[in-house]
């Protein structure tokens, strides 16, 4: 099961974390590649703490504090 990424329209931050707290590690990797490629994340700080948070989940420590410095 795939989430959807649209590049002009965000996704609903429920249904993000919902399917962040679900899917395989392999699946998460990709929605957050996705993510970084298709969203500018400082211009939606909701979106940025939702990554971040994933991040850490998955223990991309080096990953989550670059990106904690858009906050």
């Known amino acids: 099961m795939s989430f959807l990424m649209e590049t002009d329209i965000?996704?609903?931050?429920e249904l993000l974390q919902e399917y962040l707290n679900s899917?395989?590690?392999?699946?998460?990797?990709?929605?957050?590649r996705n993510i970084q490629l298709n969203s500018v994340l400082r211009d939606n700080q909701e979106l940025l703490q939702?990554?971040?948070?994933?991040m850490i989940n998955l223990k991309l420590m080096d990953e989550?504090?670059?990106l904690a410095d858009y906050i």
Do not use: C, H, K, Q
């Open 10 to 13: 965000e996704p609903g931050l």
């Open 23 to 32: 899917t395989p590690v392999a699946s998460r990797l990709v929605l957050l």
């Open 50 to 54: 939702v990554v971040i948070d994933a």
């Open 64 to 66: 989550a504090n670059r």
